[in-house]
């Protein structure tokens, strides 16, 4: 008994049955005497006897039930208030439970785990079936860990729901563990925690203005450290967009000069067709290097959300206002903000291009067309059995520029994409692939403003990786000295936040750990099917292991 029910080691076993599934336990109290609950006093006169049931953990794939004979005792002290009282068994069970210790244990980790309706069809399996909405019950009851003031303070948002409600989880950076659950990300929730907690000396924040301003007014002596992830990806997308101002250099450097577009035959007409999904398209002009300018009706209602934008920014409105009034999200006023000009914003890039479903097949079909296999049924046979899973149109028509000529000429070489040249320029050049360092020098070459470009990014990765945030200044200067606007954009950014950059670019501190678990809270959150209210989540997010 001692090693296998521990719990009930200090009682007197009296039966055992198996009836059905159940295993019921017949047991008794042994002890003398007991203290009474109101005043402590210690008593042996028996008032009446009763039994209490308790629901105890499975065992052997059937449910346990203990039905346990306690006592009724009279209190001695004659100036206490109460008269009687029941015996109580802390370790099997708490006053008034009906489930022992153990299993309330085992149900409370459960719960915390999985959640009410996944852990419920896990109690049946226990042999511990109770309903889902007791196992909320269970953990809307456990008290908020005990802990102290973290010195290291990440924070960062999570969707509650996805562009509507924002919560902040804060987490202690060098415990790893998480700290508390706030129900918005505004500065003024922010600030208010900080203000309740002193004591936090270093706070890992995204570059948002709603943290940085709570953390400043919450916690002034605090050391703000903005995350080099979040840095990093914003220079990202400053490479990007620089990127896509200069592609015609990504054609060139791919064999596509400009008077390559009037040598335009019938061969690379019926490529075009392909890669626009079997859209007739006309013939790009030679002139026609340059992405074209939309005229539809998005486009006046991007001129006149430019307008908007850029008439509240000369008012002072900061991003997330404009954002407010205009009902739109802060990557879109960012975005339209950043933009010089609003036929940046018209351009079409191209940059989310989807490859032709016959892309793989290509080299294939030259071959076998020059063989001399010219029917197109036969050839759909043919690379039906390869894994094509595209349409007989779709191969006609690739094929119908071939048999004007009489022999399949090669395609020329695809220039990179622009999501494809920003990668290479933001990866360590030892960790490239030769042929796509080859492709990159030859743009780079085409390209002064792109070289120059790789030249910042490298220097600001080498700052970033060996923690030389001292730097920062100098690098600053260098980007505002060239005509790169979106590089420049990137640095102004920087400027409104400088301080906490430059630590971020010096100390050893960041935000993975808070990445982590707003990753976690996304996984909690669909085992709750979004649907969780937030104290809820702010257990499970406090509790669980």
């Given at each position: 008994?001692?090693?296998l029910?521990?719990?009930?080691a200090?009682?007197e076993i009296?039966?055992?049955?198996v009836?059905?599934?159940?295993?019921?336990i017949?047991a008794?109290t042994q002890?003398?005497?007991?203290?009474?609950?109101?005043c402590?006093?210690?008593?042996e006169?028996v008032?009446?006897?009763?039994?209490?049931?308790?629901?105890?953990?499975?065992v052997?794939?059937?449910?346990?039930?203990?039905?346990?004979?306690?006592?009724?005792?009279?209190c001695?002290?004659?100036?206490?208030?109460r008269?009687t009282?029941a015996?109580?068994v802390?370790?099997?069970?708490?006053?008034?439970a009906r489930?022992?210790t153990?299993l309330d244990?085992?149900?409370?980790?459960?719960?915390?785990?999985l959640?009410?309706?996944a852990g419920?069809?896990?109690?049946?399996?226990?042999?511990?079936?109770v309903?889902r909405?007791?196992?909320?019950?269970?953990v809307?009851?456990?008290?908020?860990?005990?802990?102290?003031?973290?010195?290291v303070l990440?924070?960062?948002d999570?969707?509650l729901?996805?562009?509507h409600r924002?919560?902040?989880?804060?987490?202690d950076?060098?415990?790893?563990r998480?700290?508390?659950?706030?129900?918005?990300?505004?500065?003024d929730?922010?600030?208010?925690w900080?203000?309740?907690?002193?004591?936090?000396?270093?706070?890992?924040?995204?570059?948002g203005?709603a943290y940085?301003?709570?953390?400043?007014t919450?916690?002034?002596?605090?050391?703000a450290v903005a995350?080099?992830?979040?840095?990093w990806?914003?220079?990202?997308g400053?490479?990007e967009?620089?990127?896509s101002?200069?592609?015609?250099?990504?054609?060139?450097?791919?064999?596509?000069d400009a008077a390559g577009?009037?040598?335009?035959d019938?061969h690379?007409?019926?490529?075009d067709?392909?890669?626009?999904?079997l859209v007739?398209q006309?013939?790009?002009p030679?002139?026609s290097?340059e992405?074209?300018v939309?005229?539809?009706?998005?486009a006046i209602?991007?001129?006149?959300?430019?307008?908007?934008?850029?008439?509240?920014?000369?008012?002072?409105l900061a991003?997330?206002a404009?954002?407010?009034r205009l009902?739109?999200?802060?990557?879109?006023?960012?975005r339209f903000a950043?933009?010089d000009?609003?036929?940046e914003?018209?351009?079409?890039?191209?940059?989310?291009?989807?490859?032709?479903?016959l892309?793989?097949?290509?080299?294939?079909?030259?071959?076998r067309f020059?063989?001399?296999v010219?029917?197109a049924a036969?050839?759909?046979?043919?690379?039906?059995?390869?894994?094509y899973r595209?349409?007989?149109?779709?191969?006609r028509?690739?094929?119908?520029?071939?048999?004007?000529?009489?022999?399949a000429?090669?395609s020329?070489p695809?220039?990179?994409?622009?999501?494809?040249?920003?990668?290479?320029?933001m990866?360590?050049?030892?960790?490239?692939?030769?042929?796509?360092?080859?492709?990159?020098?030859a743009?780079?070459?085409?390209?002064p403003?792109?070289?120059?470009?790789?030249?910042?990014?490298?220097?600001?990765?080498?700052?970033m990786?060996q923690?030389?945030?001292?730097?920062?200044?100098?690098?600053?200067?260098?980007?505002e000295?060239?005509?790169?606007?979106?590089?420049?954009?990137?640095?102004?950014?920087?400027r409104?936040?400088?301080?906490?950059?430059t630590?971020g670019?010096?100390?050893?501190?960041n935000?993975?750990?808070v990445?982590?678990?707003v990753?976690r809270?996304?996984?909690?959150?669909?085992q709750?099917?979004?649907?969780?209210n937030h104290?809820l989540?702010?257990?499970?997010?406090?509790?669980?292991?």
């Amino acid at each position: 008994m001692r090693v296998l029910f521990p719990h009930l080691a200090e009682f007197e076993i009296e039966d055992v049955r198996v009836a059905g599934s159940v295993v019921r336990i017949e047991a008794s109290t042994q002890a003398a005497a007991a203290a009474c609950p109101g005043c402590g006093v210690v008593s042996e006169r028996v008032h009446s006897r009763y039994h209490r049931q308790l629901l105890d953990a499975g065992v052997a794939g059937r449910e346990m039930l203990i039905r346990l004979r306690v006592r009724r005792l009279f209190c001695v002290n004659i100036d206490c208030a109460r008269k009687t009282f029941a015996e109580q068994v802390p370790r099997l069970a708490a006053r008034h439970a009906r489930r022992s210790t153990v299993l309330d244990r085992l149900l409370k980790a459960v719960a915390l785990a999985l959640g009410g309706r996944a852990g419920a069809r896990l109690t049946r399996r226990l042999r511990a079936a109770v309903s889902r909405m007791t196992l909320l019950r269970l953990v809307r009851a456990l008290p908020d860990p005990a802990g102290e003031t973290p010195r290291v303070l990440g924070v960062d948002d999570f969707a509650l729901r996805r562009g509507h409600r924002y919560g902040t989880v804060l987490i202690d950076i060098e415990s790893g563990r998480p700290v508390d659950v706030l129900t918005s990300r505004t500065a003024d929730t922010l600030r208010a925690w900080l203000q309740d907690h002193p004591g936090v000396e270093v706070i890992c924040r995204d570059r948002g203005g709603a943290y940085a301003e709570g953390a400043r007014t919450g916690a002034p002596d605090a050391l703000a450290v903005a995350d080099r992830w979040h840095v990093w990806n914003n220079l990202g997308g400053a490479v990007e967009r620089t990127v896509s101002r200069h592609r015609m250099h990504l054609r060139a450097a791919a064999g596509h000069d400009a008077a390559g577009n009037d040598r335009m035959d019938a061969h690379r007409a019926g490529a075009d067709i392909l890669d626009d999904c079997l859209v007739p398209q006309p013939p790009v002009p030679a002139q026609s290097v340059e992405p074209q300018v939309r005229t539809d009706r998005i486009a006046i209602r991007t001129r006149q959300r430019y307008l908007q934008v850029h008439a509240l920014l000369g008012r002072g409105l900061a991003i997330r206002a404009i954002g407010a009034r205009l009902g739109l999200a802060r990557g879109t006023v960012r975005r339209f903000a950043r933009a010089d000009t609003v036929e940046e914003l018209l351009v079409n890039h191209g940059t989310g291009r989807r490859s032709s479903l016959l892309e793989e097949f290509r080299p294939y079909l030259h071959r076998r067309f020059e063989e001399g296999v010219t029917n197109a049924a036969q050839l759909l046979v043919e690379i039906t059995h390869h894994g094509y899973r595209g349409s007989y149109e779709l191969l006609r028509d690739y094929l119908r520029p071939f048999r004007t000529t009489g022999h399949a000429t090669p395609s020329p070489p695809a220039p990179p994409t622009v999501r494809r040249v920003t990668g290479w320029i933001m990866t360590d050049p030892q960790n490239m692939d030769p042929d796509d360092q080859q492709v990159l020098d030859a743009v780079l070459a085409r390209s002064p403003a792109l070289a120059a470009l790789a030249a910042h990014v490298r220097a600001f990765a080498t700052m970033m990786c060996q923690l030389r945030g001292r730097e920062l200044e100098a690098w600053l200067a260098a980007v505002e000295a060239d005509e790169l606007p979106a590089l420049r954009s990137f640095a102004v950014g920087v400027r409104r936040d400088q301080d906490a950059v430059t630590a971020g670019l010096t100390l050893p501190w960041n935000s993975g750990p808070v990445e982590g678990h707003v990753n976690r809270i996304k996984m909690l959150k669909r085992q709750m099917f979004g649907r969780a209210n937030h104290d809820l989540l702010r257990k499970r997010v406090l509790l669980t292991d």
